[in-house]
């Protein structure tokens, strides 16, 4: 999860959009079709584009031998995959593609080569790639077609890795091992049913895989696969309570897993699973939040952890011997993802995002605790000394339930009610942490806009009861804990209530949709980004390999009842209460929420009386990952927000 979110915010902006003759208006780039949408003025583009300019940095693997690492981060249109020396060193670009690549793997003896996945046009059919580093040349490793490869690790003697596919039927993820050296060499090991499974680890003597299958956000187990004959034996213990069993790597005695879970508990802890008595013991010390990523050093001395404490990481060591913890000093205030131990154990790497930092990375020197940044990313030609620092709220919701979310507040010299941006993330198991807002601060610094990012029921990180509250026929709930923000803005002296709009992309579109028919005399207008509009035919139209996990979350449209409650909540079936003005955002090529659920939202609204806008993107997908489109993207919405909200 920490991954996919930090990828999404490094498919950040490139090159400017191709100017008119006349130069007084912006032409949408060729890759893009806008219906409905009026031309974006030169002058705007002038005010607003310093702020598309900022770059971001992910940690994406260490060099096998020296310390040196790769990150992912954009000098052009996409994301690449670029090589660090040392501590604010020169980015050297290794990649080069129309497409973003933001993942590699070194091969593990000396770094000769790495690999990666790329997808076309962001299909998410990832292929997986390798790159020679002395003489440059890719060579695909994977079947080049429609299937999805990825979760590649490398076995212990480097001369293998494990990875999963579609590539038989396109629903199920089955295990392959390959030695990426000999593209031959590639065989399937295992036949799975579902799209949930994925490799964690090899056994120290390469003869097993630790292997996990993911049902739900709350359900999981854990597999043991022979690596010679392929059978699969369960080690997570057959509980009658549904426990989640996220990030595992093997102890180095080969007997016992560390393993991420909520085994027992409100919360994630770092477990010890005994894979022959199919217990769990304890490892981290019982917090009121979830321990959401770690690491282990390949001697098995140290584990690396991060908690997420309200939204913040904080980041903590803990040395197995003694069991003991110690919270890492000096490490900046934000959110931390991508935790990874150097293979000699005496540097951990890892990102950092918050409203300051647009996503970087840093190291931690084991032994003396120092920590250094590595990446310097730039927030382009501006200055956000002027924003005040993101604030937690609270209201009550319609059950008496406290929900929270994060408030921006404008720059500091705009006075009096300030109109306000509802933005509402995706999954819907995600959360909204305090990170850094990109082209957002626009709003912020020159608008005077306040925004408000919601973390309604069902989202992570409040422990795995709250997720659970938006599930099957409880589905509105969430939309209601939108109506009783607003309820709450409306309290708040410093902000109008009447110039509201709500923006969202993936489950949280689907949000925007249904907030603007249950609240529609409430707001001013709304931005769905690649949203659901009826899960009905979302579940029939989404790719194969997914349908089944989404339909544990939201409901099985296959049962008449649940059947029957979707069509009387979709947004689709209600557009005609959606009186004031969509904007709806769309990737031609998106496999989670096809674009037919966009063309049939835009078709019905357009029956009415609301004015709606319609942008899509021929080469994206599940959101816009190429610098030209969203800068044209974000171009527009600023036109909107003109238009129709701060009047």
Do not use: C
Request: glycine letters at 10%; proline letters at 5%.
């Amino acid at each position: 999860m920490r991954r996919t979110l930090i990828a999404l915010l490094l498919a950040s902006l490139a090159a400017p959009a191709t100017l008119a003759a006349d130069e007084a208006v912006l032409q949408p780039p060729s890759s893009l079709l806008a219906d409905g949408l009026p031309p974006v003025p030169r002058a705007l583009v002038d005010e607003v584009g310093r702020y598309t300019e900022f770059r971001s940095a992910a940690f994406v693997d260490w060099h096998p031998v020296e310390h040196q690492l790769l990150i992912a981060t954009r000098f052009g249109n996409t994301t690449q995959v670029h090589r660090v020396k040392m501590p604010g060193g020169d980015r050297t670009q290794l990649t080069f593609f129309p497409e973003p690549v933001t993942n590699a793997l070194y091969e593990p003896h000396a770094g000769k080569y790495f690999l990666f996945l790329k997808d076309r046009g962001g299909d998410e059919f990832r292929q997986i790639f390798r790159a020679d580093l002395a003489e440059g040349q890719v060579t695909l490793l994977s079947d080049g077609g429609r299937s999805q490869n990825g979760g590649m690790v490398w076995s212990h003697a480097g001369d293998r890795i494990a990875y999963g596919s579609t590539r038989r039927n396109g629903a199920d993820r089955d295990l392959y091992v390959m030695d990426p050296s000999k593209r031959e060499s590639d065989r399937k090991l295992l036949e799975v049913q579902g799209g949930g499974w994925g490799v964690e680890d090899w056994s120290p003597d390469d003869k097993q895989l630790l292997v996990s299958e993911g049902i739900s956000v709350n359900e999981s187990r854990l597999w043991l696969v022979d690596v010679a004959s392929g059978s699969k034996t369960r080690v997570s213990p057959d509980d009658k309570e549904q426990v989640a069993w996220g990030e595992a790597k093997f102890h180095t005695d080969g007997k016992h897993v560390y393993v991420i879970t909520d085994r027992g508990e409100e919360f994630a802890y770092i477990g010890l699973l005994d894979l022959a008595a199919k217990t769990v013991k304890r490892v981290s010390v019982a917090r009121s939040w979830d321990v959401d990523g770690f690491d282990v050093t390949e001697d098995g001395r140290t584990i690396a952890f991060t908690v997420n404490e309200a939204g913040l990481s904080k980041l903590y060591l803990l040395d197995t011997a003694t069991g003991k913890e110690k919270a890492v000093a000096g490490v900046p205030v934000g959110v931390l993802g991508n935790l990874g131990f150097h293979p000699d154990g005496k540097l951990l790497a890892f990102g950092v995002a918050s409203p300051r930092i647009p996503s970087d990375v840093y190291s931690l020197d084991v032994a003396s605790g120092k920590v250094e940044r590595w990446t310097n990313s730039e927030l382009g030609p501006v200055v956000l000394d002027d924003l005040p620092d993101p604030e937690v709220v609270r209201w009550k919701s319609f059950d008496d339930r406290e929900i929270t979310g994060f408030l921006y507040r404008p720059a500091k010299r705009f006075t009096g009610k300030r109109p306000v941006v509802i933005i509402i993330h995706g999954g819907p198991e995600g959360q909204a942490q305090p990170t850094f807002r990109g082209r957002w601060n626009y709003l912020l610094d020159q608008l005077g806009m306040a925004i408000v990012e919601p973390n309604v029921r069902g989202s992570t990180g409040y422990g795995k009861t709250f997720v659970k509250l938006d599930n099957g026929i409880k589905r509105e709930d969430s939309v209601k804990d939108v109506g009783a923000l607003l309820d709450w803005i409306a309290q708040q002296p410093d902000l109008d209530a009447s110039r509201v709009m709500v923006y969202g992309g993936s489950y949280g579109g689907y949000m925007t949709l249904a907030v603007s028919t249950h609240y529609s005399d409430r707001i001013r207008a709304s931005v769905d980004v690649v949203g659901i509009s009826n899960f009905n035919t979302f579940l029939t139209n989404t790719e194969s390999y997914r349908r089944d996990l989404r339909r544990v979350e939201y409901g099985d449209e296959r049962d008449p009842e649940m059947h029957a409650f979707f069509e009387r909540i979709a947004p689709l079936n209600n557009a005609a209460k959606i009186g004031k003005p969509l904007f709806v955002v769309q990737g031609a090529n998106d496999p989670r929420v096809p674009k037919t659920e966009a063309e049939q939202i835009v078709a019905t609204v357009r029956k009415g009386q609301a004015p709606v806008w319609y942008l899509v993107g021929l080469n994206e997908g599940h959101g816009f990952a190429k610098k030209e489109n969203s800068d044209y993207l974000f171009y527009a919405v600023v036109e909107f927000i003109k238009k129709h909200v701060l009047p």
